[in-house]
């Protein structure tokens, strides 16, 4: 059976615009296909743990030769890189935090880039993704408008820093709808907002 992995990263609640995006796109989504499974976790209830020392140590040894401490400082990685796996799409909400993400999704991310399980190194210096067939929306929203023609354009370190984390695990099938302006007033928050929700709909029939 087919499944979406739908990450809410907000540690805003229901006043959040990126989880009400993301809520949007999943529900109309299961409208069009009904027997896919949705597999759902929210950061700001579940925090992630940051990488510690002995999570550096557990990943860097072969699995068979870890010690129990090991395994235990590695175990909730292991759930998430299996639940991210499993899925064949994944959607991610992720507000924009200072030109970047919030640090709960970064922390998720660390969580899930695992040599040896989401990429390998074939050799001194260089790497292999080891992630296949698997397609990403971003949701993202922006207090201001970081768009190709925006004069602040280059401020943007999150779609950037994005697509380069997981590509570098191999997915390559990546698409962002961003709501810009969401801080530059009411009417620009309804712009952008609105040019997101169009864009959604969109998706929603060919993604």
Same mark, same amino acid.
């Given at each position: 059976? !087919? ?5 809410? #990263? ?5 006043? #959040?615009? #990126?989880?009400?995006? !993301? ?12 027997? @896919?499974?949705? +597999? &759902? ?6 925090? +992630? ?18 010690? $129990?401490?090991?395994?235990? %400082? ?22 924009? &935090?200072?030109? =970047?993400?919030? =640090?709960?999704?970064? %922390? &998720?991310?660390?969580? +899930? ?34 768009? !190709?023609? #925006?004069?602040?354009? @280059?401020? $943007?370190?999150? /779609? ?10 191999? *997915?390559?099938? *990546? ?11 009411? /009417? !620009?928050?309804?712009?952008?907002? =609105?040019?997101?929700? %169009? ?9």
């Amino acid at each position: 059976m !087919a499944a979406i992995l739908h990450i809410d #990263s907000s540690p805003r609640g229901d006043r #959040s615009h #990126s989880r009400q995006l !993301a809520k949007t796109f999943i529900t109309a989504w299961q409208t069009f296909h009904p027997e @896919e499974a949705i +597999i &759902y976790r929210d950061l700001r209830r579940s925090p +992630i743990p940051h990488v510690t020392e002995e999570w550096i140590a557990a990943d860097f040894t072969p699995p068979e030769t870890r010690t $129990d401490e090991m395994r235990d %400082a590695i175990s909730f990685s292991d759930e998430l890189v299996d639940e991210f796996l499993a899925a064949d799409r994944c959607v991610f909400s992720v507000p924009m &935090y200072n030109f =970047s993400v919030p =640090s709960n999704f970064k %922390a &998720y991310i660390d969580q +899930i880039v695992r040599v040896g399980r989401t990429f390998a190194v074939v050799q001194d210096g260089e790497w292999k993704g080891l992630v296949e067939g698997k397609k990403i929306l971003f949701i993202t929203t922006r207090g201001g408008d970081y768009g !190709a023609n #925006s004069p602040i354009a @280059e401020w $943007d370190c999150q /779609e950037p820093f994005l697509k380069t984390a997981f590509k570098f695990i191999g *997915v390559t099938d *990546v698409e962002f709808v961003h709501a810009n302006g969401l801080d530059s007033g009411d /009417e !620009a928050r309804q712009r952008g907002l =609105s040019a997101a929700q %169009a864009e959604i709909q969109k998706l929603v029939t060919h993604w």
